[in-house]
């Protein structure tokens, strides 16, 4: 059985947190980072904001299936070819 990292989150607030992972990732990435003598500050993403967007659109088309079905929201990693029929 697969872990639920967003137990007990509404779908307003899925959608809001969705909405903020969006704009960040259309802002590209950035590291931030300053230092001045033994006092440093260094800011880093745990994960990867693509994974939370996966994260958060799984979550939504459970509460939410007719809204986010999980078609829309589920990336596709497999093709399948088919030869074309020669006479």
């Not at 960040?24 to 590291?31: A, N």
Request: aromatic share 6%; net charge neutral; charged share 30%.
């Amino acid at each position: 059985m697969a872990i639920d990292y967003l137990v007990g989150w509404t779908q307003g607030e899925l959608e809001t947190e969705l909405r903020r992972c969006q704009q960040e990732l259309l802002k590209g990435k950035t590291l931030i980072g300053s230092g001045a003598g033994d006092l440093n500050f260094s800011h880093r993403v745990e994960q990867d904001i693509t994974e939370r967007i996966k994260m958060i659109l799984r979550k939504l088309s459970k509460l939410a299936p007719a809204t986010y079905p999980a078609t829309d929201t589920t990336p596709i990693d497999r093709t399948q070819y088919e030869a074309p029929k020669c006479l």
